[in-house]
């Protein structure tokens, strides 16, 4: 057994158990499941985090709503906001749904597939029929209104989102504070993967003063370059010791999709500085993946192929524990690539996701979940028996289990609700 097996939990310390359950979860491995209430689920993953293991993390979109809607969302009211502003361009777009609509046998009136919508208008463009012209209008309106969904403002609007990240980041920072002092720094560094195009963790971190390398040089114009993940500052605050230490905690940040404060300049891939709205020199290309079918030809040009090769790299180091939220498993490239890590017993899944069972038969996260029952797959999602039923597994409540404690004290630390078979 590696050193990542975990134990599912039989019976709670008393402290966990006093408390009344309201939000109910399934831990599960393979055939094996628990039902936990909210206190023994976030026991259980402070377990897992004051392990010595190379940790990463895979968050995704469903992690920022509601300040960032889903895609479904923001193209239902594009619709409903294109029939009273430009009737023109409403009657392009609904002709269009109503073709891929049949063709996919949906209802148009219902259908809300951005992704096969901008693939299948992209070969249509592609292949410079008649109509290409009027295709790439209605694409670029498509790819506008997906943009401008993301383009928000952080610490106003949306400070709940933003403090569910910051707890995310914090629960994961502490963690590997407490090991270092524990004499047991192997694996100081976080992995943070990510498909949003959002600002959330760059926020998160930075508010929290946390030092991170997101693949771009320090600076007036900074540039991608893979060099810059395998590069970390020195803690000169504690030169007077026997040797140099390096910061800690330290984040490595992968946007595997690209960023909304990215752009193609002169060539290069740069981040524009601080937020796009002020950042008006910088007049190239927006870098990022689109949301198509077709992303994973996308991803094979740099900067992403880059991100990929220290995605597949990272989750082959022994002793990796990957925890995904926000993340249905749709994005078969990513996926593909989990699954070909779960045949290494040195590598450990743990997804957060809405409950399996409770999804349409066919559904990325229940494909993904079928498939994925071996010994170090975990996954924890509501119960059937939640006071809500067939809800998601909200961010804010991942946050929660990963967030550090207010008080004192190693309790949260125990490791006593681990998942595995026992005999550690």
């Known amino acids: 057994m590696s050193d990542n097996a975990m134990n599912i939990p039989n019976d709670a310390p008393s402290d966990v158990q006093e408390e009344s359950p309201t939000s109910l979860f399934i831990l599960q491995r393979g055939a094996t499941r628990r039902e936990v209430n909210a206190s023994e689920a976030r026991h259980f993953v402070q377990g897992i985090l004051s392990r010595s293991i190379n940790l990463a993390t895979l968050i995704g979109s469903g992690a920022s709503t509601p300040a960032i ?20 361009l409403s009657t392009l777009l609904e002709s269009r749904i109503t073709k891929i609509a049949r063709r996919d046998n949906e209802d148009p009136a219902k259908y809300s597939n951005i992704e096969n919508l901008l693939s299948w208008l992209s070969q249509r463009i592609e292949g410079s029929l008649d109509s290409a012209d009027e295709d790439k209008r209605v694409s670029d309106a498509v790819r506008k209104a997906f943009l401008e969904s993301v383009d928000i403002k952080y610490n106003t609007e949306h400070s709940d989102v933003l403090d569910s990240y910051r707890r ?23 992995n943070l993967f990510t498909t949003n195009y959002d600002l959330f963790h760059e926020m998160a971190l930075e508010s929290s003063d946390y030092a991170y390398v997101d693949g771009f040089s320090n600076a007036l114009m900074p540039t991608f370059s893979p060099r810059e993940y395998h590069r970390r500052p020195i803690d000169l605050d504690e030169r007077f010791r026997d040797h140099y230490e390096p910061v800690n905690p330290f984040f490595r940040l992968y946007k595997m999709h690209g960023s909304i404060n990215w752009r193609v300049y002169d060539g290069n891939v740069v981040r524009a500085p601080k937020f ?27 900067p992403y192929s880059d991100m990929f090769r220290e995605f597949v790299n990272i989750l082959a180091v022994p002793n990796t524990v990957l925890l995904t939220c926000g993340f249905s498993f749709a994005d078969s490239h990513i996926s593909n690539l989990i699954r070909q890590a779960l045949a290494s017993p040195d590598f450990t899944l743990l997804a957060f996701v809405g409950n399996p069972a409770e999804t349409d038969i066919g559904s990325p996260t229940r494909d993904f979940f079928d498939r994925a029952g071996g010994a170090n797959a975990y996954f924890v999602y509501p119960s059937e028996r939640d006071p809500k039923p067939k809800r998601p597994l ?30 550690e």
């Not at 809607?69 to 023109?88: I, S, V, Y």
């Not at 963690?175 to 004499?183: P, V």
């Not at 020199?281 to 198509?292: F, N």
């Open 276 to 302: 796009p709205d002020i950042a008006d020199e910088y007049q190239g290309d927006k870098q990022l993946i689109a949301p198509m079918t077709s992303k994973y030809a996308l991803t094979q040009g740099t």
């Open 69 to 88: 809607p889903l895609m479904g969302e923001t193209f239902r009211n594009m619709r409903a906001d294109l029939k009273l502003k430009d009737p023109e």
């Open 168 to 190: 995310f980041v914090q629960g994961l920072g502490i963690s590997r504070q407490i090991l270092a002092r524990g004499g047991q720094a192997a694996f100081d560094v976080v």
């Open 394 to 423: 909200y961010f804010s409540e991942f946050a929660d289990f990963i967030g550090p404690e207010i008080t004192f004290g190693d309790d949260a630390a125990s490791g006593s609700l681990g998942l595995g078979d026992g005999n």
